[in-house]
């Protein structure tokens, strides 16, 4: 993901066959596939696609912008605007989080809502971009400081938590996974921390953690011999790798330091890795440096046109070593390396003028397309030049609010992407939705009041003929499953709330398109029953 300043795979067998091609593209020798055993084989199971924050497709994307189909949270910007990027699972479900709090699996087909679940804040809650793992389950971070690793519920739509840590601070980062299971995220604390994932009968818990000088946004890469590398704001790059026996402090590799920090050097954006044993990392300085991952040397550099916070997007690598990357100066730019009076030095050998800031990270298809959104709503397709160094548009689509999430392709070449407008969209040339859904299926935002107080209400439901499921939170972080029947637009329902104290709610609603109101009443954990009313909107 790449969140306001952060913002983010392949079957084995695919993926070793394209390396091959990619290699020899590049006159090297391939390099095995990054670690791909902690993560699902997919066609997108994590920020920047794979271990290596490539940002690579191995399928083409749509050529023109038809609508497959859209999905609302109901809100826009801090209560429901989209700043993660979108995964795709094995099943082809497509998650994200929205800063209301709430992480969705939808339908590829039709974007309705597969499963949910609920975090405990409902502003500005998830930055974090999902990973899916080898056995399905989806790992993030979120505002409320924990994070999740959930899974596919057995019934009804609730996610299912596997585990969690409580981290203690929020987190703008997405994570990564070592090949030993180990997650690694980075937070709000300034602090990269590795995860490790129960094992034998003993809950998660954080393995070590690594004290930086700046805040975290930039997302890890995981090397195919297990070295973290990641950027922080104190406008270094840091190398590391996992404790040596005996010790719990991991060992560093090497640091690179642009020179400055802050809005004039920290580095906001992920690093990427390629065959060749390159580090591909943008800092605010407006500089794009190119490193050997083994030492930390820089090999060379490409100057953008701003200085101030001046690169927000994260690289995408290309087979034959063309680096894609859209920076604050508002252009699409392809970099190769060059030659210059005192060595190598980068060049754009083409580039496509968008013209305002960019904040997400391209997406490349193995046609040279390449899939970008800016500040100004737009999502744009750039295909390479035919002759000189202008890129050609070949579809652009507006959305209603600014892109930070960036665009995905999934295994049919749809292209997914989200907005701070609150919704997901997906293309693609030829197919449509085709939803399933009862038309109480949704997001819905209200209030609860009891003898407690009135507390803000979120609700996730999912109409299947009658019958309604669903997920809910309470402004308390209280969260649980809701389940309903309707006759005609009078409904019943139980609703539990998962906590130190189960708690189950049952009542009546009246139910139409437009708002849901009704009463309810619930035991407590002392026996003793309290009443209330609730109302929902859309």
């Known amino acids: 993901m790449h969140s306001r300043g952060t913002r983010v795979t392949l079957g084995l067998t695919a993926l070793l066959a394209v390396g091959v ?7 090297t020798a391939p390099v095995p596939p990054p670690a791909l055993a902690p993560l699902a084989e997919s066609h997108w199971p994590k920020y920047r696609h794979d271990l290596w924050n490539t940002g690579r497709s191995a399928v083409n994307g749509p050529r023109t912008g038809a609508l497959k189909w859209t999905y609302s949270t109901g809100r826009t910007e801090q209560q429901g605007g989209i700043e993660t990027d979108p995964v795709i699972g094995p099943d082809g479900t497509v998650y994200l989080g929205a800063n209301n709090g709430i992480l969705y699996g939808l339908d590829p087909e039709s974007g309705e809502v597969r499963w949910a679940f609920p975090t405990g804040f409902d502003t500005f809650a998830i930055y974090s971009t999902p990973a899916i793992l080898r056995d399905g389950t989806v790992v993030f971070g979120a505002k409320d400081g924990r994070v999740y690793a959930v899974r596919p519920p057995t019934a009804g739509i609730l996610g299912e938590v596997r585990w969690s840590v409580d981290v203690g601070t929020g987190m703008q980062t997405s994570p990564a996974a070592g090949a030993d299971g180990t997650i690694y995220i980075g937070a709000d604390d300034w602090r990269l921390y590795a995860i490790a994932p129960p094992q034998q009968g003993s809950p998660a818990r954080i393995k070590w953690h690594f004290q930086t000088g700046g805040d975290l946004i930039s997302s890890p890469a995981v090397g195919a011999d297990g070295t973290v590398y990641f950027g922080s704001m104190d406008g270094k790059v840091y190398a590391l790798t996992e404790p040596a026996a005996g010790q719990r402090e991991p060992l560093v590799r090497w640091t690179f330091a642009s020179g400055s920090q802050g809005k004039t050097g920290g580095f906001e954006n992920a690093p990427a890795l390629d065959e060749t044993g390159r580090l591909v990392i943008g800092g605010n300085d407006g500089i794009v440096y190119v490193l050997n991952a083994a030492t930390g040397e820089r090999l060379w550099t490409f100057k953008t046109q701003f200085t101030e916070y001046a690169i927000f997007s994260s690289a995408a690598l290309g087979p034959d070593g063309t680096i894609y990357l859209g920076p604050k100066d508002g252009h699409l730019y392809a970099l190769r390396e060059g030659r210059g009076l005192f060595g190598a030095r980068g060049r754009a050998v083409w580039r496509y003028r968008i013209g305002t800031t960019i904040e997400t990270s391209p997406a490349l298809a193995p046609d040279g397309t390449v899939y970008l959104g800016a500040d100004n709503g737009r999502i744009y397709a750039i295909a390479p030049p035919v002759s000189g160094e202008e890129g050609q548009l070949l579809w652009e689509f507006r959305t209603r609010g600014t892109l930070i999430s ?14 701070m407008d609150g919704k997901v969209y997906a293309f693609h040339d030829s197919k449509r939705g085709r939803p399933s859904q009862g038309p109480l299926s949704g997001t819905w935002y209200g209030t609860v009041t009891s003898g407690a107080g009135e507390e803000r209400l979120t609700l996730v439901l999912v109409q299947r003929g009658s019958v309604l499921d669903g997920v809910l939170r309470l402004q308390s972080t209280l969260a649980g499953g809701f389940r309903g029947a309707l006759e ?31 009463t309810f009443a619930v035991r407590d954990c002392q026996n003793r029953t309290h009443q ?7």
């Open 532 to 538: 209330g009313t609730f109302r929902v909107t859309r």
């Open 488 to 518: 005609g637009e009078r409904l019943r329902y139980t609703a539990s709330l998962l906590g130190d104290c189960r708690a189950e709610y049952r009542g009546e609603a009246s139910a139409t398109a437009r708002e849901i109101r009704g």
């Open 21 to 27: 091609a990619w290699a020899v593209l590049a006159q």
């Open 406 to 419: 960036s665009p995905v392709i999934g295994p049919d070449g749809s292209l997914y992407s989200g907005s």
